[in-house]
């Protein structure tokens, strides 16, 4: 099946510095990937979606300056989280779509950030 | 504007059938998505739907979409202490990329 991951999969840092995030899909060449965000026992919150070789596009309320996505290939997408907070921390998932019937998303196991 | 809604809370006993259910807002969706999600993980595509459906059963997965009502559920056989986990309703909304509109998650205890 498709397999998603991410890199890393939890990240203790100082507030003040810049975190990235990597996700990839392994096994297949994806059109689009979704970056979102989950706080604790709460749904997932898009933030962004992106496609290879394009800007990404913001939901409404998301800092594109603070929350920078690179997609550099049909198989990476970046999210660096710049000058984190603590209020940054949360639980970050990317997704991974193919152009197919249901066009379904194959998701990574998330992200844990806990910035200090 | 664009919103799905859960039941945040379903306790069943090991053996029984549990029922999940889902409201949506937008006519427009494609697709209607049910995920599994344990903890500390990702999401993990149980089954999906097509919006021009009205059922669609999967093993111990049965799906009903009431389309006039908006309402979808998500019905697990014979349920066992496997399956406690969060389950997440989604529409794929029509046009764009396909976002994603989740529903804020119904979480399920299976007791003995």
């Known amino acids: 099946g498709a397999v998603v991951s991410q890199h890393p999969s939890w990240v203790i840092c100082k507030s003040g510095t810049s975190v990235k995030i990597e996700c990839r899909s392994l096994?297949?060449?994806?059109?689009?990937m979704f970056w979102y965000r989950q706080f604790p026992k709460q749904s997932l919150m898009l933030m962004a979606t992106?496609?290879?070789?394009?800007?990404?596009?913001?939901e409404q309320g998301v800092e594109k300056d603070k929350f920078l996505i690179n997609h550099a290939s049909l198989t990476l997408s970046t999210l660096t989280v710049t000058s984190a907070h603590p209020e940054d921390s949360s639980f970050y998932i990317c997704?991974?779509?193919?152009?197919?019937?249901?066009?379904?998303?194959?998701f990574g196991p998330g992200t844990r950030l806990t910035v200090l | 504007g664009e919103d799905v809604e859960q039941s945040l809370f379903l306790s069943v006993r090991e053996g029984d059938s549990s029922v999940i259910n889902c409201t949506y807002t937008?006519?427009?969706?494609?697709?209607l998505y049910w995920y599994k999600q344990e903890p500390g993980a990702g999401l993990q595509l149980l089954t999906y739907i097509f919006s021009n459906m009205d059922m669609k059963q999967d093993q111990r997965l049965t799906v009903l979409l009431n389309k006039k009502d908006k309402h979808l559920s998500l019905r697990i056989a014979d349920t066992q202490t496997g399956d406690s986990a969060i389950y997440f309703c989604?529409?794929?909304?029509?046009?764009?990329?396909?976002?994603?509109?989740f529903g804020a998650g119904t979480r399920l205890a299976v007791h003995p």
């Open positions: 989604a529409e794929a909304l029509y046009g764009g990329y396909n976002k994603l509109i």
């Open positions: 096994d297949f060449q994806a059109t689009t």
């Open positions: 992106s496609n290879e070789g394009s800007k990404a596009t913001y």
């Open positions: 937008d006519s427009s969706s494609t697709y």
């Open positions: 997704s991974a779509s193919i152009q197919r019937d249901n066009n379904e998303q194959f």
